[in-house]
Every structure is written in structure tokens, then in C-alpha cells.
């Protein structure tokens, strides 16, 4: 098929129009599901609230089932799909493999969403996102979701097909980059998550059309979260990789080693599925020790790899502004970095919230004693709020800003804004996050209508404290709402008002990565290496933290009904 | 030279780890297995794990044996839907039941014995929050899951469902009383 590749002027870029057009749709799409998303999010926060208590509790059932469908899957995959298409065409400017396969994929997922959206608005099928059997939902919002992960399985086939066309033309000599080798990460573990939602949704569509009597409800816990966990651990990959891109593109910083940082991607494919225990240590169904071996991903190797993350991603930044001069005590690297932009702010904030409130709750959350403490408490969404959204998302919105004069070719609209909007919704999603968990902490339930118990033969009185973090929640939840309104306001307003930027020269033919072998020899024996000084006091300020509040939580443990 | 070109050096495999990081390689290591043992520790010399004993049931053989239960355990009757108040034997073997949308019965319990508590549900997923100690076990139907509990303080607790289970979810509140 006839292409053409253009290179853009701010970046240096190369864009093949087809992967250029599936890229802007993938990304426009999922701005409209984070929109859909921003509003239930809205409505949900407002009726947790406990002074407002905005919706009745059924529409308040069937919002939160639509919030955790259109973010967790809808919002996030169409992103990740325009992530996996940047990472395999543009970084290794090449041709797209099949585009009709690449749109068959996206109508698919378009589709899909919007059939299982339809089915949560009919009102029949508020059974969440995690839809445990026996609860069932109408058949159409099985077949939705099964339609979506076909779709992006397609996706994911057409990104594993690029790879081979860039191989074949010759695009690119020696080894992937580092960020698409991430985003191969991501796609190696999509592929396993998807299969293991057909294993399960099918099965379920079939049931709920009546042609399977019954589902066992522990069986489709142990393989929908087969689904449900690792599709956040693509999410992982996926942001991982978007940092080490940011990194890249505003500070030409490469990784302090591509050896350690391949190899930590590679402890995510082996490792990271076998998370989906970490909801099911509070189950009856599986023994002590299949708990412990799988929730802690074989010993902790995926743990492991992303504190290696953690720690390689601000050192190439240091790195790199210390190459620059910005050599002065410990943290002028840091100090100097452009808070101003909101590219880096995002990324910046996206990093230390993932590690710091993410990474750590999580582990503590998915160890197999402590978690009877949160299991299905306030703290399991305070979790993953500060994964997904303050790691994840914030990592694709501040990648959007870069991505709007360069796929989209507009100039930023209201750049002040631009540069408040990180720091507004990282800090404010950021508390929210604690305040949940502090929420949890103290025994309140998620996907829970009423704190009062209005109905029941018994009244129950949570501490005051409970009440507090509730009130906080709804507060920062609405400035988080806020933040994010106002990321999709300058996005799309871009989109449509922003000032047209040139595009640059277009070309029938691709022009191939150069090859480097003269700096090959230079940095082959470390010549150029940087001590890294100020990333080893925040990684040792992580890993105290880790460790006091890992400790804190055995504690509070020791401290309830004795159990065996 | 940077993550979004190939590695400027063509066997970058071979390169050396700088010092700094193989530390930090090493401290995550470490702390993993520190992480990993941890757990195992606590199932030797810990006082709270969940029990691994639990069997494949269906709602009507285990509301048959939560009956039979009931029937001869019951010392009074609370609230006016007179919800038996079942002392459970201290060391014996109470049940629970899960269902749209009450826990059933009120357990009686004593401070300082050790109980069996046989877990349930009837119908869909149920989750057993017991406040204000914050202990979180999720019910499954068609699995009997027996927790040995020993209560360690006097008191009125309240038994919230912390799995959603429909419209009633939010009002679906038991009772333990500990004496």
C-alpha cells in the first residue's frame, strides 16, 4: 500500500500517515472515554461523600460499574494502543503492519465499548467491572467487553507486526530501543491478559445467555483476575515505558544501563501475572502457600524489577543534567529541571506517586497475612487511584502535551494553564489516594452505598475519623475531578483551536535510524560515566519508607482476634 | 545514545554494571526475601492467618447443617425480626450465613476461646468485615470456609458486607457479641 512518512520539525520524528491516523483516533478516543469516565467519577465521589450522598443507590451502582469500565479499560486501552503504535512505527520509522487490520481493531473496540456501556446505562447490569459470578449482567455487556479485548488483541498483532516489518526493511540496526522494547513488555503481557479474559468472559456470555448452567464463583475469581490484575501490570509496562520516553525526548537521557533496565522489563513478562492472587488471599479456595508464592510474584521479582525502575529512570535524568552542567551539590539537576513544562512535571509527579504511594501500599496490600486488614476496604481503590491514575494516567496526560504539537501539529492552547494542570491533578490525586487508604485503614468499605446502614436491624457507628477521610475524599476527589476536566479541556481545545504548526517534509520512502558506531566505542567502556549521587538519597528515602510502613502494618496485624 | 534509539553500542549486553546500581539491585533483592520469609515467619510464629481449611459446599446442605446449629445453640432472640442469638460452644463450631441481605445468626462468643466459625453464602459473594477489628474474609457460595477465631477483647461488633451484592448490599449488617 502506497504511504507516505513525514518528519516532524519540533522532534526530528518520522510519521507514517497510516500509524499517524491510528494513532490521533486511538488517543482522541480514549479522551472521550476519560471524559465519560471524569463525569461517573464525578457522581460517584459526590455520593460517597457522606455529607452529600448525591445519587440513590442503585444509580449509584450503576455509575461506579460504568467509572471502572470506561477508565480501567476503555480510557486506558485505547491510549495504550496509540502508545503501542508510537512505540513500533515512529521510534523505528517504519511502515504500520496491516492498517486494515490495525482499524478493524479500533472499530472493534469502539464498538465493544460502546455495546457494554449501553448495557450498564439499561440499568440491568450494575455488577461492576469485576462482574462476579453468580450476579449477572445482561448478555451485551459481556459481549462488549469480549468485542473491546478482541479488538485490541488486533492491536496488540498489528504492534508484533510492525516490529517484524521494521526488522525486515531495515529500519533500525542492532537492538530495539529501550522504550519499545518496554512497549513489547506491555504487548507480551497484553496478549496473556486478553487470553485469559476470553477464558472467562466467554464462558460467562455463554452463561448468561443460558447455554452453561452454572460458573464455579471461586474458578472465576482465580481467572478474572487473570484479566483484571495483569491488564494493570500492561498499564505498568506501558508507563514505565512512557517515562523512560519523556526522559528521552527533554533530556537526551539514556539509560544508565540498557542491560539492567531490559533485564527488569523482562522480570515483568515473567513475573508480574501471577498478581492476580493478590485478590484472592482472602478467599477459601486456594492454599497458604500457593497465596504466598503467587502474590508475591515468585519471590518478589517484579517487585524488585520496579524498584530497579525506580531507580534508573531519575538516574538517566540525573545523568543527563549533570553531563549538562548541572553539577552543584546534590539535587541541582533536579532543582533545574523544567518544573514548567508540564511534559516533565507530570512525568516527574507520575514517578513519585507511583513509587512512593503506589508501589509501597501495594506491596503491603498483596501480602498475604496483612491483607485481611483491606481486603474489599476503602484501601483497595486508595490503592490503585494512586497506580492507575496517579501513575498511569498522569503519565499518558503529560506525554499528551508533547504529543499535541507533534502528532497533532497545534500549539498548545492556554499555556499557563498547561503548566498548572500537572501539579493540580497529580497532588490532588495524590491525596486522594491517602486519604482513601487512610479510609480503609479504619475498616470502610468500598462499593458501598451508605456509611449509615440505613435499613439494617443493627446500627453500627464508624469512628469519627472514618467520617473525616470520607469528607477529605470527596473534596480532593472533586479537585482531582477538576484537574482532569481541565486536561481534557485543553487537549481538545487544542485539537480544535490551537494554532496549525507545519508538519514538516514528507517522503515516499522511510529514512532509517543512522547508525552510531562511532559513539558505540565511546560509551562501550563507560567512558562517559556519571555518578549519580542525589537518586541514591531518593531511592534510600523510598526504601526507609517502604520498609517503616511494611513493619507499621505487621504491627497493626499483631493487634486484632487471633486467627489460624 | 538515548531510550528511543537503538543502544548505540551493539553489544550492550556486554557493558558493565555501574557499582551504585548493582547496590540498589541488591538492596531490592534482599529486602524481597526479607518480604518473602516474612510471610512464612508469620505462619509459624504469627497469631493471625486465615485458615486454609475450607470445602465445596452447596447453600442447601450448609443451611441444613446452620439450621441444625441454630436449633440447639439458640438462647434468645433479638431485634424485632427475632434473629436468634446462637452461643456458639467455646472450642466447638459455629455457623454463619451469608445472604441477600443479613448475615445470620448474632454469634455469641467468649473472650479468650477458640471458635470454628463455618462461613458461607446462599447466594452471590458476600464479604465478612467484622468492625470495629477490621478482619476481611471474603464468603463465596458453594465453599464452606472454617476460620478458627479467638476474640480478644469484650465487646458488640458488627458484621458489614464489604463485597457488593446488589441493592440491599449497604444495609446487610450482622452481630458478634463477645462476653
Known amino acids: ?11 526530528g520524528m518520522q510519521f507514517e500517515d497510516q500509524a499517524e491516523k491510528l494513532m490521533r483516533w486511538n488517543a482522541v478516543a480514549g479522551v472521550l472515554w476519560l471524559l465519560v469516565g471524569g463525569i461517573t467519577a464525578l457522581l460517584v465521589i459526590l455520593t460517597r461523600w457522606p455529607a452529600i450522598k448525591l445519587l440513590p ?61 449501553v448495557a450498564i446505562f439499561q440499568g440491568e447490569s450494575s455488577v461492576m467491572f469485576t462482574s462476579y459470578v453468580p450476579m449477572q449482567a445482561q448478555p451485551h455487556f459481556y459481549l462488549g467487553i469480549i468485542l473491546v479485548a478482541v479488538g485490541a488483541l488486533l492491536g496488540t498483532c498489528v504492534f508484533f507486526g510492525t516490529l517484524v516489518v521494521a526488522k525486515k526493511d531495515k529500519t533500525y540496526e542492532g537492538s530495539l530501543p529501550l522504550v519499545t522494547f518496554g512497549a513489547l513488555t506491555a504487548a507480551i503481557i497484553a496478549t496473556f491478559t486478553i487470553l485469559s479474559g476470553a477464558g472467562i468472559l466467554i464462558p460467562t456470555f ?9 460458573i464455579d464463583a471461586q474458578l472465576y475469581r482465580m481467572v478474572w483476575w487473570g484479566l483484571g490484575h495483569s491488564s494493570q501490570q500492561i498499564n505498568v509496562a506501558a508507563h514505565v515505558s512512557v517515562w523512560y520516553l519523556t526522559a528521552a525526548v527533554l533530556f537526551n537521557a539514556k539509560p544508565l544501563s540498557e542491560k539492567v533496565s531490559r533485564f527488569a522489563f523482562l522480570l515483568y513478562i515473567l513475573f508480574l501475572q501471577l498478581a492476580s492472587a493478590h485478590h484472592l488471599l482472602s478467599d477459601p ?35 543527563a543534567q549533570r553531563r549538562r552542567g548541572f553539577t552543584n551539590g546534590m539535587f541541582e539537576w533536579l532543582r533545574k529541571a523544567p518544573w514548567g513544562n508540564p511534559v516533565f512535571s507530570g512525568m516527574f509527579i507520575s514517578l513519585v506517586s507511583f513509587g512512593f504511594l503506589g508501589g509501597i501500599s501495594g506491596v503491603v496490600l498483596g501480602t498475604e497475612q496483612i491483607n485481611m486488614l483491606m481486603h474489599n476496604t476503602f484501601y483497595v481503590p486508595g490503592h490503585f487511584h494512586t497506580t492507575v491514575v496517579s501513575g498511569t494516567t498522569l503519565a499518558f496526560m503529560s506525554i499528551t502535551f508533547l504529543l499535541v504539537p507533534v502528532l497533532f501539529r497545534r500549539e498548545l492552547i492556554l499555556p499557563k494553564l498547561c503548566q498548572i494542570q500537572p501539579y493540580l491533578y497529580g497532588i490532588s490525586m495524590g491525596v486522594l489516594g491517602l486519604v482513601m487508604m487512610g479510609a480503609g485503614t479504619l475498616g470502610v468499605s468500598r462499593r458501598h452505598w451508605d456509611m449509615a446502614f440505613s435499613g439494617a436491624p443493627f446500627q453500627y457507628e464508624w469512628p469519627g475519623a472514618a467520617y473525616l477521610m470520607m469528607g477529605l475524599t470527596g473534596i480532593f476527589g472533586v479537585i482531582a475531578v477538576i484537574g482532569g476536566g481541565l486536561w481534557i479541556l485543553l487537549i481538545v481545545g487544542s485539537l480544535l ?31 562517559d560515566h556519571v555518578p549519580v549521587p542525589g537518586t541514591v538519597v531518593l531511592a534510600l528515602l523510598l526504601f526507609v519508607s517502604f520498609v517503616l510502613y511494611y513493619f507499621v502494618n505487621w504491627k497493626y496485624l499483631s493487634e486484632v482476634w487471633l486467627l489460624s | 545514545m538515548s531510550a528511543i534509539l537503538p543502544p548505540s553500542d551493539r553489544l550492550w549486553w556486554k557493558q558493565p554494571i555501574d557499582k551504585v546500581e548493582w547496590a540498589w539491585i ?68 459455629g455457623y454463619l450465613i451469608a445472604r441477600l441481605w443479613a448475615w445470620y445468626p448474632i454469634l455469641e462468643l ?14 452471590y459473594n458476600h464479604g465478612f468485615s467484622l468492625q470495629p477489628v477490621n478482619i476481611n474474609i471474603q464468603v463465596i457460595p458453594g465453599y464452606e470456609h472454617v476460620v478458627k477465631m479467638t476474640p480478644t477483647k469484650k465487646g458488640t461488633y458488627a458484621i458489614v458486607c464489604n463485597e457488593f451484592c446488589g441493592i ?12
Request: net charge neutral.
Open chain 1, 1 to 11: 500500500m502506497a504511504t507516505t512518512y513525514r518528519t516532524c520539525p519540533i522532534s
Open chain 1, 57 to 117: 443507590a442503585d444509580q449509584f451502582y450503576l455509575i461506579l460499574t460504568a467509572h471502572g469500565i470506561d477508565m480501567l479499560i476503555l480510557w486506558i486501552l485505547f491510549f495504550e494502543m496509540a502508545v503501542l503504535y508510537f512505540a513500533s512505527s515512529v521510534l523505528l520509522r517504519c511502515r504500520i503492519a496491516t492498517p486494515k487490520i490495525a482499524w478493524l481493531g479500533f472499530w472493534l473496540m469502539v464498538v465493544g465499548g460502546i455495546i457494554t456501556n
Open chain 1, 206 to 214: 455463554f452463561w448468561s445467555m443460558g447455554w452453561i448452567k452454572e
Open chain 1, 285 to 319: 479456595g486456594m492454599s497458604a502457600e500457593w497465596k504466598v508464592l503467587n502474590t508475591s510474584y515468585f519471590m518478589y521479582f517484579a517487585v524488585m524489577a520496579s524498584m530497579i525502575h525506580g531507580f534508573t529512570v531519575p538516574g538517566a535524568i540525573e545523568a
Open chain 1, 497 to 527: 483551536f490551537g494554532k496549525k504548526l507545519d508538519g514538516g517534509k514528507v517522503s515516499d520512502k522511510p529514512t532509517p535510524i543512522p547508525s552510531n558506531t562511532q559513539a558505540a566505542s565511546a560509551v562501550a567502556h563507560g567512558s
Open chain 2, 26 to 93: 541488591a538492596i531490592a533483592f534482599v529486602w524481597g526475601m526479607i518480604m518473602f520469609g516474612m510471610m512464612i515467619y508469620w505462619h509459624i510464629y504469627g497469631k493471625q492467618n486465615l485458615s486454609n481449611e475450607a470445602y465445596k459446599t452447596t447453600p442447601e446442605l450448609f443451611a441444613a447443617k446452620a439450621e441444625k446449629f441454630i436449633a440447639e445453640n439458640t438462647i434468645r432472640t433479638e431485634t424485632d425480626q427475632d434473629i436468634p442469638v446462637v452461643r456458639v460452644p467455646p472450642g466447638g463450631d
Open chain 2, 110 to 123: 467468649e473472650e479468650g476461646q477458640t471458635y470454628k466459625i463455618h462461613l458461607s453464602s446462599m447466594d
Open chain 2, 168 to 179: 440491599g448490599h449497604s444495609w446487610m449488617l450482622g452481630r458478634i457479641y463477645v462476653k
